[in-house]
């Protein structure tokens, strides 16, 4: 798979594209790369850059649940969903 075209994107800020871009990839090979927690939560960080908050929820728990310890999922989520 060529992430580095949904990477190159998110950094030229065309995080809508590059979370599309990603979402493809994940619908040819759902078990390869949505097993991998940096790259579930890179697609969360394009989902919130695009202002696709539900989206970027999800992939961040997706991340926390493949790797409990990723601190930048658990740091984005107290911003995206926090607590009343």
């Not at 075209?5 to 800020?13: E, N, P």
């Not at 990839?25 to 202002?51: C, F, I, Q, T």
């Not at 696709?52 to 658990?74: C, F, I």
Request: glycine share 4%; net charge negative; aromatic share 8%.
């Amino acid at each position: 798979m060529r992430l580095a075209f949904g990477i190159a994107m998110l950094m030229l800020s065309l995080s809508a594209l590059a979370a599309a871009d990603f979402d493809l990839k994940l619908e040819r090979g759902p078990h390869a790369v949505y097993m991998n927690w940096n790259l579930v939560d890179s697609l969360a960080e394009m989902y919130e850059a695009a202002g696709d908050k539900p989206r970027a929820v999800k992939n961040y728990r997706r991340s926390l649940e493949l790797n409990a310890g990723n601190q930048n999922a658990t740091e984005h989520l107290k911003v995206l969903e926090p607590q009343s």
